[in-house]
């Protein structure tokens, strides 16, 4: 008897394709062609983006050439070799998306041999000598049409199989400064938005009350915290317990990765949405204000982790007012996995954007009740 495959848990995925979130598969054109205006296309934007190539080697991984000098030859499936200016990691084994995904989510952009791999979205050049007839099936979502030299009209096949055919742009390879403005803009239109997490959660213990509750400015510190944020995203959210949640709000996000403190209260907010980057603040910092944060999403570096304020106070990136891009999702959850749970190790240990406050009082947390007197003090 054949069982029915039943489907997996309902969660929202990230927006990606076979390597990454933001991808393009080039075909209609041999191979050197390809890399030729991948490269191209590289050297334009890679001084403000991490961008990766993808194509296949024809040769067989038997011929002796591609294992010369290497210990997969003699029975390794794995080799890790220290460059000194880059690291190379050879690996023996069949690869999948799920895999590729892994590998590739530090890159803003992946450029793809679309003759070799699918791609989320493609380009496609118009050339005589590759007709586009036996690859209909790849052209999923085409962006851009290129036009080598002296090929300067379209197949009627694309005309058939594209309904949108006279929408989509259309530029010269050879116009590679084109191509490159083009894909910028793209993956402009396609910055993640930011949305506000108050971090609500807490249980007080060492200031013996509520902290979310306490008032500095006319109205408990957590709607205070709330309004800053809803200022400057696109949304706002709590972080809160289960047996805090209001069951009438939709600003609530419950913890479902319990007893990991503010670890656990942002992956849940990726878990709710991880096409997003989260500005996390915690509800026990009145000395934050809204030019802080601006400055913060003025400096904010998508290309990054994180963007995160240097504290002079504990020598570290603050982790409670930090902007959490989405590829730190797929971060949280690796440190998780390795059994470390403190946000701040992992600023320490991924490549993030730091900066620095001429005043850093913005970042004080008020935790106990000589420091709330304090800060009565300071506010007054």
Not at 156 to 168: G, P, R, T
Not at 202 to 212: F, N
Not at 239 to 249: F, G, L, M, W
Request: hydrophobic share 35%; net charge negative; aromatic share 8%.
């Amino acid at each position: 008897m054949n069982k029915t495959h039943q489907k997996h848990a309902k969660i929202i995925r990230p927006e990606m394709g076979t390597f990454g979130r933001h991808e393009y598969a080039i075909l209609g054109t041999p191979c050197g062609a390809i890399k030729k205006l991948a490269t191209d296309i590289s050297t334009r934007l890679s001084t403000t983006h991490k961008i990766a190539y993808v194509d296949a080697d024809h040769k067989s991984a038997d011929d002796a050439s591609n294992l010369d000098g290497s210990s997969l030859k003699h029975g390794n499936t794995m080799e890790y070799i220290d460059k000194i200016d880059f690291h190379r990691y050879d690996q023996m084994g069949e690869q999948n998306p799920f895999d590729y995904k892994k590998k590739f989510v530090d890159q803003d952009l992946v450029l793809i041999n679309g003759n070799h791999f699918p791609g989320q979205k493609q380009i496609v050049v118009i050339d005589s000598r590759k007709p586009l007839d036996k690859k209909l099936d790849k052209l999923k979502e085409v962006v851009l049409i290129l036009f080598q030299d002296g090929d300067q009209e379209l197949p009627a096949v694309l005309h058939s199989h594209l309904e949108n055919i006279d929408q989509i742009p259309q530029l010269s390879i050879e116009d590679t400064s084109g191509i490159a403005a083009f894909i910028q803009n793209q993956l402009e239109a396609r910055r993640p938005p930011i949305h506000g997490l108050v971090l609500a959660g807490g249980l007080s213990t060492r200031m013996k009350k509520d902290k979310s509750q306490i008032q500095y400015f006319g109205k408990s510190q957590k709607e205070h915290m709330y309004d800053l944020l809803n200022q400057i995203t696109d949304s706002t959210y709590y972080a809160v317990r289960a047996d805090q949640a209001n069951t009438d709000s939709k600003a609530d996000i419950v913890d479902t990765f319990t007893g990991l403190g503010p670890y656990g209260a942002i992956l849940s907010a990726f878990r709710h949405n991880p096409n997003v980057a989260w500005l996390v603040t915690a509800c026990d910092q009145p000395f934050l204000t809204k030019d802080t944060l601006d400055y913060l999403i003025s400096k904010r570096n998508p290309s990054k982790v994180a963007t995160a304020f240097y504290n002079p106070e504990t020598d570290f990136p603050e982790p409670l007012i930090t902007l959490w891009e989405p590829r730190a999702y797929s971060h949280l959850l690796h440190f998780l996995s390795l059994g470390y749970s403190c946000p701040r190790k992992v600023l320490i240990n991924t490549d993030i954007e730091m900066i620095s406050l001429d005043d850093p009082t913005a970042l004080k947390n008020v935790n106990t009740p000589e420091e709330y007197k304090e800060a009565i003090r300071m506010l007054n």
